[in-house]
């Protein structure tokens, strides 16, 4: 079936390392992205890349790394300097051109111990 | 800039009843675009519609219906004869006038439970 998997589903992490989020799709998108969801708020976009080797910042990038070496993979790691990483991570791919809608991966929950 | 308020944060209602979900959005584009996605206890955000602003027919699906209305910059969702299946988190989200999905800004969206 196609879709976006990302993995872990929960992942736990000691304050002060740095840790990657996987999200691969195979729906042929060009377009991927990384969104954080807090409790009882929207969603707000880290990073989107639109094609391979080649990502752009989103509204809160900062302490957030990613990598787009191949069409299916968009890994986002969460750096130590990320100073509140618990939260929901949602990663997205959509075709990239107007008047698309994006589809969604089941999320990774990060906790900071 | 643009914005999307979505007021009501929590609703209950009981199985069979209508429910509607309100959603409105701020933006200079004269061309933008407007979804809703549901998401379910499991996670994922589950596409529901898109609608761009020059058609403001209003959409029925099934027992889901929407009203926009550019007048009053909202676009609200209604789900009749609600299920317990319908219970998630629901959100409206805007995007501008490239209608590519990295431009898209989310409301914080409505928890809606469904009792039986």
């Known amino acids: 079936d196609g879709g976006i998997t990302q993995s872990p589903k929960y992942l736990f992490r000691k304050e002060g390392q740095n840790v990657t989020l996987s999200c691969e799709q195979n729906?042929?998108?060009?377009?991927m992205y990384w969104y954080r969801q807090d409790p009882g708020q929207g969603l707000r976009l880290i990073y989107y890349s639109q094609i391979v080797n080649d990502f752009q910042k989103g509204d809160i990038a900062e302490g957030y790394s990613v990598s787009r070496e191949k069409k299916e993979s968009f890994p986002l790691t969460v750096t130590s300097a990320q100073k509140n990483p618990t939260a929901f991570y949602l990663c997205?791919?959509?075709?990239?051109?107007?008047?698309?809608?994006?589809?969604f991966g089941q999320g990774t929950r990060l906790t900071v111990v | 800039a643009q914005k999307v308020t979505q007021a009501q944060t929590e609703i209950s209602v009981v199985e069979k009843e209508d429910v509607t979900l309100d959603c409105v959005y701020e933006t200079r584009d004269t061309t933008y675009y407007l979804f809703w996605y549901k998401q379910p206890p499991s996670g994922e955000l589950v596409f529901l519609i898109r609608r761009n602003s020059f058609d403001e027919q209003n959409e029925i699906s099934g027992r889901y219906s929407w009203n926009f209305q550019k007048s009053t910059s909202s676009f609200n969702f209604t789900i009749t004869a609600s299920q317990v299946v319908d219970s998630a988190v629901y959100f409206c989200?805007?995007?501008?006038?490239?209608?590519?999905?990295?431009?898209?800004?989310f409301g914080s969206g409505t928890q809606l439970t469904v009792l039986p």
């Open positions: 997205a791919s959509s075709l990239d051109r107007a008047n698309t809608e994006a589809f």
């Open positions: 729906l042929n998108h060009d377009a």
């Open positions: 989200a805007l995007g501008d006038s490239s209608g590519s999905a990295r431009q898209l800004t």
